[in-house]
């Protein structure tokens, strides 16, 4: 069974950093794809940022040039880098870990708030 266990949310302020990790066990994900979402409250959950197991990078247009995933194929883990967060950046992050076959397992959520 897939289990996605996340790390590093928390509370920082404007212009501040938080590293998200992600540790992924049950499966062999070398043709999984991985990446992070999140979801504020009263909103959809939408992408932030995703690797395929092509190594392509997708990231949602706002956090380009301030987020950078990374995977670890030996490791079976995804970390998000979030630079210069703002307070739009307030959010639960989900770690994501997608099949061949575009089935979606989730993490339970890390909580990230970005304020004075």
């Known amino acids: 069974q897939v289990q996605l266990v996340e790390s590093g949310g928390g509370l920082v302020q404007p212009g501040g950093s938080l590293r998200l990790s992600c540790a992924a066990s049950?499966?062999?994900?070398?043709?999984?794809?991985m990446g992070w979402y999140r979801q504020a409250p009263g909103k959809q959950r939408e992408l932030v940022a995703f690797?395929?197991?092509?190594?392509?990078?997708t990231y949602e247009h706002s956090v380009k040039g301030r987020f950078t995933i990374s995977r670890d194929n030996a490791k079976n883990t995804v970390t998000l880098q979030m630079n210069s967060l703002n307070p739009e950046s307030t959010s639960v992050y989900y770690c994501?870990?997608?099949?061949?076959?575009?089935?979606?397992?989730w993490g339970q959520g890390t909580q990230v708030t970005v304020s004075s």
């Open positions: 690797v395929a197991d092509t190594g392509i990078i």
């Open positions: 049950g499966s062999s994900f070398y043709f999984y794809g």
């Open positions: 994501n870990v997608r099949t061949p076959a575009d089935y979606d397992y």
